[in-house]
């Protein structure tokens, strides 16, 4: 079964920057798509950002276009968090499943496997 591994997160200030890491525990993505999710405290997980298994498509949630940037290789993916704000400040997840189509979008899909989660702050 699939585990996936959060690394990357902390606290930094505000109009900083981020960077994300999604890693398998012992197999290769080859075959999955992948999502970033994230919870704010009292709240329904939010779709962040989603790349197709190839790597040839994404997609952003309205709140973070323009700020965050996915992005893969063989290892793991990425998300790269540019102008952070305090709002961004939620338990990040990454999410995993091999795709059946495009359909509605990745933000949209269900996905499989889940990470745990790690913390990102933003705060003066």
């Known amino acids: 079964q699939l585990q996936l591994v959060e690394s990357g997160g902390g606290l930094v200030q505000p109009g900083g920057s981020l960077r994300l890491s999604c890693a398998p525990s012992?197999?290769?993505?080859?075959?999955?798509?992948v999502a970033w999710f994230r919870q704010f405290p009292g709240k329904e997980r939010e779709a962040v950002s989603c790349?197709?298994?190839?790597?040839?498509r994404t997609d952003y949630g309205d709140s973070v276009k323009g700020r965050f940037a996915i992005s893969r290789d063989n290892a793991a993916v990425y998300l790269q968090m540019n102008s952070l704000e305090p709002e961004d400040t939620a338990i990040y997840y990454c999410?995993?499943?091999?795709?059946?189509?495009w359909g509605p979008g990745c933000l949209k899909w269900i996905y499989e496997y889940w990470g745990q989660g790690i913390q990102v702050t933003v705060s003066s």
């Open positions: 790349i197709s298994d190839t790597g040839g």
């Open positions: 999410a995993a499943v091999v795709p059946t189509g």
């Open positions: 012992e197999f290769t993505f080859e075959y999955y798509a």
